[in-house]
């Protein structure tokens, strides 16, 4: 949970390499926001020029402005979400024998099954009070579909792992993916377009094979709404170019504005609430925030959510983008190699996670 100091000036929480402080702002400086904006992208696809730079204004507004917003309008069909979610929920009732055939410690792409606790973004906390499956890109794959213009990383070895005898739901999570990943790949020509390059296309080279993710989560209920250090995922920070989340009905996720208050991301039927990681903040230098944000369950219902994270290719380098250095300079070092990056400050969150080769960076 993040927590204001004594002198409450400084918000902290996990920034997935070290802890993460910002300063709370009051008064007359305090131009933060209360609400979360919500964009239409049913003319994403849209032949006018005018139409889609009249789209990415919004979308442009929204990330500088709050960091998160609700995608409406996206394409993706709403049965296959109903669909998606009637899995999960049936994949986490499974027994833990089942669940636990594909433990994120018996697999050296930090991906599989997370048992509750197994996570902790809040380091005062016992752990984060939820369980989750996570699945992502993997050149050897075949639902991938691995671009055959591009060579294997050397000494590539299977990322995802999958519950013993437990097809139906592999199929179902990449039945999900191959329809979230089109919409993430048009929002990346949008947020070229919002940033005033050159080309919508200017990213493309980035997102060859990128890093992806699946992540299925579910919060157990709890109805004690004065447990003040209950935390299903702690204050935190994503770890990604862009996130796009599907939560089922039941409220818990919330976003931290600069006056340290916690604003309720509440569900809305057929919309996914998408925001701003950490890659993307520093590739827009700091213009576009990767906003703070936590989910507590306190509804005494069962939650589930399903988060798309997308990230340049591993191979990548990322610098702060030349028309987002202002007056004040550039805030943020080049990232040599995104693939190296991201697994440093994946480690960070998963204590119990022992190093394989593969992860000793």
Not at 246 to 260: H, I, K, S, T, W
Request: proline content about 8%.
């Amino acid at each position: 949970m993040a927590t204001v100091t004594e002198t409450e000036e400084f918000v902290t929480f996990f920034e997935g390499d070290k802890p993460g402080t910002r300063k709370v702002l009051r008064g007359t400086e305090a131009k933060t926001f209360t609400s979360i904006p919500v964009i239409d992208f049913t003319n994403i696809d849209s032949p006018s020029l005018q139409v889609r730079q009249a789209l990415a204004k919004e979308l442009y507004d929204a990330c500088s402005n709050v960091g998160f917003f609700y995608a409406k309008g996206h394409g993706v069909p709403e049965e296959l979400v109903a669909e998606t979610f009637d899995y999960i929920k049936r994949f986490f009732a499974l027994s833990d024998e089942v669940k636990m055939s594909a433990h994120l410690q018996k697999n050296p792409g930090l991906k599989g099954y997370e048992p509750m606790f197994e996570t902790k973004l809040d380091p005062k906390s016992a752990g984060d009070t939820k369980e989750a499956f996570a699945m992502g890109d993997d050149p050897l794959e075949p639902e991938q579909n691995f671009p055959s213009h591009l060579p294997l990383p050397q000494g590539i070895i299977p990322q995802n792992i999958w519950p013993k005898d437990e097809l139906w739901f592999r199929e179902s999570i990449y039945r999900y993916y191959h329809a979230v990943f089109p919409f993430a790949k048009k929002l990346v020509r949008l947020f070229a377009l919002a940033l005033a390059q050159e080309s919508e296309n200017v990213f493309d080279d980035l997102f060859q094979f990128p890093i992806t993710s699946v992540r299925a989560l579910h919060y157990p209920p709890n109805a004690d709404v004065k447990d003040i250090d209950y935390v299903g995922l702690g204050a935190h920070a994503d770890y990604s170019w862009i996130t796009l989340i599907r939560q089922d009905g039941v409220p818990g996720l919330e976003v931290l504005n600069a006056n340290a208050q916690w604003i309720p991301a509440t569900p809305i039927p057929h919309a996914f609430i998408c925001n701003v990681g950490q890659f993307l903040q520093r590739h827009t230098n700091g213009i576009f925030p990767a906003t703070v944000h936590r989910v507590r369950n306190m509804t005494g219902e069962e939650r589930y959510s399903a988060a798309f994270f997308l990230t340049p290719d591993p191979g990548a380098s990322l610098a702060p983008l030349k028309s987002c250095i202002k007056e004040e300079g550039q805030k943020y070092e080049a990232i040599p190699n995104v693939g190296d990056h991201f697994i440093r400050r994946l480690l960070r969150a998963r204590p119990k996670k022992q190093k394989s080769d593969h992860e000793r960076l």
